[in-house]
């Protein structure tokens, strides 16, 4: 963990987004972020939009609503994944997105995790 930093938001209460790099530098590309929209000002229907082009696959059941999907590189590799998770009335949206992972990892059984483990934490209980 010592190859890595972290940048955004300062707490759980006032959370909004947290970038991961390999350096300080502004100029170091994001290996990973996650970005909270609260309110998220899209519709439904953009995010089912969305999730066709991205050819995205539901979450597993209690997850969602949402999807996962690879992240291609420019020569169509898989390089990482994203989530989207949203509530049930669509006011609020999470995606995480890993878009350099680690060779040799399931990207997308990894933002799927993600997803388990901060859905509960920052999207509203009482719009889930």
Known sequence: MDHFYASGSESLAGFSHCIVTRSPSIEDKALMFIELHKPFTST??????????????????????????????????????????????????????IIRGAPGRDHQADVVELVRQLRPMLLSSRHS
């Open 44 to 97: 439904l229907q953009s995010l089912e939009h969305t999730k066709v082009v991205d050819k995205g696959a539901d979450l597993p059941n209690g997850l969602g609503p949402g999807y996962s999907a690879p992240i291609k590189d420019k020569d169509g590799n898989i390089a990482g994944a994203k989530a989207l998770t949203w509530t049930q009335d669509g006011t609020e949206m999470l995606d995480i997105q």
